[in-house]
């Protein structure tokens, strides 16, 4: 309808379909900025484990067309962790801890309505086998062999293995 920034002013004349009355004008008012909207805020990814970061995903929109900002705020277990960006990275929560994101739209102007994301639960993260190595590296019918493994866990957990030995495969 109308565009930020313009000014709107309505002249009436009555009318008795015999004569008209004197045009009466009213105040002029001048149309203001329309604050933004934030919309399907959620995480992404939507299942988070403790192996990858979690970014924050929504749609900002804004009646007048204003280039559109986001401020974050993280929460784990429901305190700020001091990360305002719209990525909060691995190291900031572990298995089983709640994390959230509120995000606030700014088109320059004003600031529209604080949205909340859904929470999730952080799930554990699968052990990684990062290398695996058979000794000695030359064997003999008669050698003990060994599995020498390297493996992580993001979540800090300890690792075991479960060895299956193959022959001529």
Excluded: C
Excluded at 58 to 83: F, K, Q, S, T
């Amino acid at each position: 309808f109308f565009d930020k920034g313009q000014t709107v002013a309505v002249e009436v004349v009555a009318d008795d379909g015999t004569a008209d009355s004197a045009a009466v004008f009213s105040d002029t008012l001048t149309v203001q900025n329309s604050a933004p909207e934030l919309s399907d805020l959620s995480l992404d990814p939507a299942v988070i484990d403790g192996s990858s970061d979690v970014t924050a995903v929504g749609n900002p929109v804004d009646a007048d067309g204003d280039d559109i900002d986001v401020a974050y705020v993280w929460y784990v277990d429901g305190i700020d962790v001091g990360v305002y960006d719209s990525m909060l990275p691995a190291e900031n929560f572990s298995v089983f801890q709640e994390v959230w994101v509120e995000a606030t739209p700014f088109d320059g102007e004003d600031y529209g309505v604080t949205v909340s994301s859904s929470i999730a639960i952080v799930g554990n993260a699968r052990p990684v086998v990062d290398s695996v190595e058979i000794t000695p590296l030359e064997a003999w019918t008669d050698d003990l062999l060994t599995a020498v493994v390297s493996a992580s866990d993001a979540d800090g957990d300890d690792v075991t293995f479960v060895y299956q030995w193959r022959l001529n495969n």
